[in-house]
């Protein structure tokens, strides 16, 4: 009986053996397609970093326009809107005349 327990056994360690071989042979294979996939992405990838280039090449100018536009602007309105000091003078005086 414990001879033929054995021989069972054995029998079963050879078909693990096996199944565990096949599977370690698909996830290779898989493992190298996925490889392949990810290379080609890559690759597409890197043809896209050109154009991702010069988008922010021309983002990053136009924020310079835009700052130097908008400096330029609050500098004109900033000196439109602030009195100057002959009128202020001229107020004081005019309240003391009278």
């Known amino acids: 009986m414990s001879e033929s327990l054995v ?3 054995y029998a079963l360690l050879i078909v693990f053996l096996i199944i565990a071989i096949i599977i370690g042979v698909k996830v290779l294979i898989t493992l190298n397609k996925v490889n392949d996939l990810i290379d080609d ?11 991702f280039d ?4 021309a983002t990053d ?3 310079m326009v835009t700052e130097v536009v908008i400096g330029f602007l609050t ?3 900033g000196k ?4 100057s000091r ?3 003078k001229s107020k004081k005086e ?3 005349d009278e």
Do not use: C, H, Q
Not at 54 to 57: E, G, Q, R, S
Not at 80 to 83: C, E, S
């Open 7 to 9: 021989i069972i056994i």
């Open 41 to 51: 992405a890559t690759e597409k990838l890197s043809a896209l970093d050109k154009l």
């Open 54 to 57: 010069v988008i922010n090449f």
């Open 61 to 63: 100018r136009m924020s």
């Open 75 to 77: 500098n004109g309105l």
């Open 80 to 83: 439109l809107f602030k009195p």
């Open 86 to 88: 002959k009128s202020k």
């Open 94 to 96: 005019d309240e003391e």
